[in-house]
């Protein structure tokens, strides 16, 4: 579980250094995107036959870091919709 959670952080870590500008998450965002990031992985990369959705080869964390950076950028867009709508005076 420990083990888990530090790929997760190194992962989400990753993805923020990859995608490029600024982005407005905390350590706890980047952990949780990271784990999001690394379970989507492991499970493309268990369905393409490379291994066990809880082990770690190079195929599962590749798609777990571009995962990651794909929710991140997700993540950014729903935090954006929410402050583009208020109304200026």
Sequence with gaps: MIGFIIAGLIIGALARLIKPGRQNLGIVATLLL??????????????????DI??????GFIVSVIAAVLLIGVAEGVAGRGKGNQVRR
């Design 54 to 59: 809880w082990e770690l080869n190079i195929v």
């Design 34 to 51: 990271g784990l999001v990031g690394s379970v989507i992985g492991g499970v493309i990369a268990s369905l393409l036959g490379t291994g």
